[in-house]
């Protein structure tokens, strides 16, 4: 069973993408929709959610009549869990003509890694990655569909400190880059 976090996020993500695109596709096509998810690697059990997330999603919508009369098709490919295999998962999709766009991933570095191809291709990627700067690198195909870790450390630091008066604090993080950033960030909203 997919969690209801998981299968909420990736019905909004689906409607949003079929939003974005719902003009741009002949009456008769199907709306091809990208998902960049780790099917192997350390994070392969993560990108089974995801994938049971975007598929649980694909179907809710095309049972409703899909978007504007037209059908979604999800295409799968894996990132392999590292950021090579995310830039290589991407460019497969890219290559597609007929992809009106993709769920990226939600690691921030293989976002990084995607980017310039993102860029590049022109495809509304929606990411999940949590690192600041993500969009604020000049590209305008990549959309946010969760909060930078800037906005979720001061909401945490915030909810802490004032509502349960926390005096001691553990920050814990995978030292794969994963979550760094957060709490470098969360460490300087500890300080203020």
């Not at 978007?67 to 392999?80: A, F, S, Y």
């Not at 690691?107 to 860029?119: E, F, H, K, V």
């Not at 930078?148 to 450390?153: G, K």
């Amino acid at each position: 069973m997919v969690p209801l976090l998981n299968r909420g996020l990736a019905a909004v993500t689906i409607f949003l993408i079929a939003c974005l695109v719902s003009m741009a596709c002949r009456a008769n096509e199907s709306i091809k929709i990208g998902l960049v998810a780790s099917a192997s690697g350390f994070s392969a059990e993560q990108g089974v959610l995801a994938v049971n997330g975007a598929r649980l999603a694909v179907e809710e919508v095309n049972k409703s009549g899909g978007v504007g009369g037209r059908m979604l098709e999800l295409q799968i490919e894996d990132d392999q869990s590292t950021n090579p295999g995310a830039l290589l998962a991407f460019s497969k999709l890219s290559r597609e003509r007929k992809i009106a766009a993709v769920i990226g991933p939600i690691r921030s570095t293989q976002i990084q890694a995607m980017s310039p191809s993102i860029a590049k291709a022109g495809v509304p990627t929606l990411i999940g990655g949590s690192d600041p700067s993500l969009t604020h690198v000049n590209n305008r195909w990549l959309f946010r569909i969760r909060p930078s870790d800037t906005f979720s450390a001061k909401v945490i630091a915030d909810f802490g400190i004032n509502s349960l008066k926390a005096r001691k604090w553990a920050i814990v993080y995978s030292t794969d880059a994963y979550g760094a950033g957060g709490a470098k960030v969360l460490t300087e909203a500890l300080k203020e």
